[in-house]
């Protein structure tokens, strides 16, 4: 990088995304002692973003939030790029690496609600607003007295149409409600033993292109290896689910010594059924203890119990 070329950070608009991307070259500075200006967030528009009056798992397929950010990183208009790990399909496109992983947030899901404390505490019938087929699939197996609809945009919006009356109570991530610094003021965590969240809940990565040894360098202080590693276990987990944002599969990794430890589920999309497993591995073993734990779910799992995507 030159003093006239500035490192060009690809993020999408909302501003949890912008956030995130702030995060990002805020890190990036502190770690190699450069100024706001050697650095430039170029927000993108995905297809996620402009899709926003149907439910994305009507329109099927998968990278709906990463898609055009990668193909501007592919093209050079970016240098990198920053995503929830949740949203990042486990395919990835050839000529892009993601090498880097900021340390992992809260992964937990955030019940929240102005009237009621807890998801137990809904009266029957009451609905509730989700846009996630796995959080719509695990409050419908816990509550299936309740009514779910469709809730898109970005936290700001979500908040807003429960203010508006469209529903009581929704499911945020803790971790972007703690990032916008607003999780003390509006969501309640939600124990992962009642709610297993998505498989890289909480986590960021970074992506470059495979070739560009300089952002590399640059990206190596900011890595985390324990993150790394839980994305590795969780990760490998979904690959063999063929997972993606339209199917009910949860996981999610803990650390512990020199051990990593692997809760995950799938569910019937309706809430109906759900099947869990759990296993640990030494922490070199993290993508084959993924592996592992989602053929043992694929064995118990009737052969029309995963929804598969196009």
Excluded: Y
């Excluded at 093209?75 to 990042?88: E, P, S």
């Excluded at 404390?117 to 509730?128: F, N, Q, R, Y």
């Amino acid at each position: 990088m030159t003093q006239n070329a500035s490192l060009k950070i690809g993020t999408r608009g909302s501003p949890l995304a912008l956030t995130q991307a702030i995060e990002t070259r805020s890190l990036l500075m502190a770690a190699h002692g450069l100024p706001e200006e050697a650095f430039e967030i170029v927000v993108i528009k995905t297809t996620a973003d402009r899709i926003q009056d149907r439910a994305l798992r009507d329109v099927g397929g998968k990278g709906l939030f990463t898609r055009e950010i990668e193909n501007a990183l592919l093209d050079g208009t970016i240098d990198m790029a920053v995503h929830c790990v949740k949203d990042v399909p486990v395919e990835r496109p050839e000529g892009l690496a993601l090498g880097c992983h900021l340390v992992r947030e809260d992964p937990r899901d955030a019940f929240v609600s102005s009237r009621w404390e807890s998801l137990w505490d809904l009266p029957e019938g009451a609905v509730v607003g989700t846009s996630s087929v796995r959080r719509r699939a695990q409050l419908l197996h816990r509550r299936p007295d309740l009514a779910i609809v469709d809730f898109r945009g970005n936290v700001e919006t979500r908040l807003k149409k429960l203010e508006d009356g469209v529903a009581v109570a929704t499911l945020l991530a803790v971790a972007g409600l703690n990032r916008l610094h607003m999780s003390g003021a509006v969501g309640r965590p939600i124990d992962t033993a009642d709610m297993l969240p998505a498989v890289g809940q909480g986590a960021l990565m970074i992506e470059r292109r495979a070739d560009d040894a300089h952002v590399a360098e640059l990206l190596a202080p900011l890595d985390d290896a324990a993150t790394g590693c839980q994305m590795a276990a969780e990760r490998a987990f979904l690959a063999v689910l063929d997972g993606s944002c339209q199917t009910p599969i949860a996981g999610l990794s803990e650390i512990i010594g020199n051990r990593i430890h692997l809760r995950g589920e799938i569910l019937r999309l309706d809430g109906s059924e759900v099947i869990s497993a759990s296993g640990e591995a030494d922490v070199a073993d993290a993508a084959e203890l993924g592996r592992r734990l989602a053929r043992q779910l694929l064995d118990q799992a009737p052969s029309d119990f995963l929804v598969k995507t196009l």
